[in-house]
């Protein structure tokens, strides 16, 4: 449960009312208060609950109001326990409802087919790019619907990792994509918001606000203060692979001793060089690509 006060995203102080920069209402205390839970209650959704939180999502905006998407629920243990594997997070698993957002151009197509229309949007980079924001705003909807019914959310991209897969195992059509799966559930403990980045150095008014560095640096070790990552023998043979990649022999041996030194790595190196490895996240993307053509979109071509 959310304690009687807590730091904000930006360091804020709210009190039990939540209230921030002096507004408060109940929609205002659920975007102040949510976090991601990972650990649920085995207490059944209702079915009530799950299609009113749905249905709010279905009226999200949506370019040319088109909803190019469709959501796929996933209860039964068996489907749980597959795409937990597929994701490689098992606790997916333990959610009482999974539900799978995927771009849907299958049944756009059918729609034009069946109206003498033509339609070209699996070969349309805007209409994808367009697709995802829609599909991915949808999925915010129903976020903020089921923490107002006091569920709790976690997204997990990872799905796109083992996107054929599951495109097989949910058995969708050509033209229908899986872009992010959420999971949801009555929370068993609800962690403290996170830190954010504050309004100061994400917001500009009228051009873009470059910050200093120090004030950059600040913001940054603010938010991720409580990142602490020891050195260990291991991390340090991945940080020097990751280094030598992509800036060479030489500087890979000055940031790694430079890290050794420090005892820790910080928050910057912990993300890129051993959370999200910055030499493999470029590698791949072939990958990506064709399980994009699988799927029968084919934009990614002059
Ligand atoms: C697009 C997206 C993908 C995410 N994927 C995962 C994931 O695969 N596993 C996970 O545990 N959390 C995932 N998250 C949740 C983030 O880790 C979480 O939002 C972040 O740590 C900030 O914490 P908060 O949501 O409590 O503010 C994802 C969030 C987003 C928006």
């Not at 997070?89 to 999974?98: E, N, R």
């Not at 799966?181 to 609800?190: D, K, N, T, V």
């Not at 023998?233 to 992509?246: F, G, P």
């Amino acid at each position: 449960m959310v304690e009687e006060s807590f730091l904000t995203f930006d360091g804020k102080l709210v009190d039990k009312n939540f209230r921030c920069s002096g507004h408060f209402n109940e929609t205002l205390k659920f975007m102040f208060t949510r976090s991601s839970v990972r650990d649920f209650l085995p207490k059944k959704v209702s079915e009530e609950v799950l299609r009113t939180i749905i249905e709010a999502g279905l009226h999200s905006p949506s370019a040319g109001n088109l909803q190019p998407y469709s959501i796929i629920r996933v209860e039964s243990e068996e489907k749980k326990r597959i795409l937990a594997e597929l994701c490689l997070q098992k606790f997916i698993s333990k959610a009482p409802v999974l539900l799978v957002f995927c771009i849907d151009f299958h049944r756009l197509e059918r729609w034009s087919r069946l109206s003498d229309a033509p339609f070209t949007a699996p070969q349309s980079f805007r209409h994808f790019w367009v697709a995802f924001l829609d599909v991915s705003i949808c999925a915010q909807s129903v976020c903020v619907a089921a923490e107002s019914l006091g569920l709790g959310s976690v997204y997990i991209g990872t799905i796109i990792e083992s996107a054929d897969k599951v495109r097989d195992v949910l058995q969708l059509p050509d033209k229908v994509f899986p872009v992010i799966l959420l999971c949801l559930g009555y929370p068993r403990s609800r962690p403290l918001p996170q830190k954010k980045l504050g309004y100061n150095i994400i917001v500009s008014s009228e051009v873009y606000r470059e910050p200093s560095d120090e004030e950059l640096l600040k913001a940054f070790s603010e938010k991720y203060e409580m990142i602490k990552v020891k050195v260990s023998d291991e991390r340090l043979k991945v940080a020097e692979e990751v280094c030598r990649s992509l800036f060479g022999e030489d500087e890979a041996k000055v940031i790694v001793e430079r890290i050794r030194s420090a005892g820790q790595f910080n928050p910057a190196q912990y993300y890129f060089l051993l959370h999200y490895r910055a030499d493999m996240m470029c590698k791949g993307n072939g990958l990506f690509v064709k399980m994009l053509k699988n799927a029968g979109f084919n934009f990614l071509k002059e």
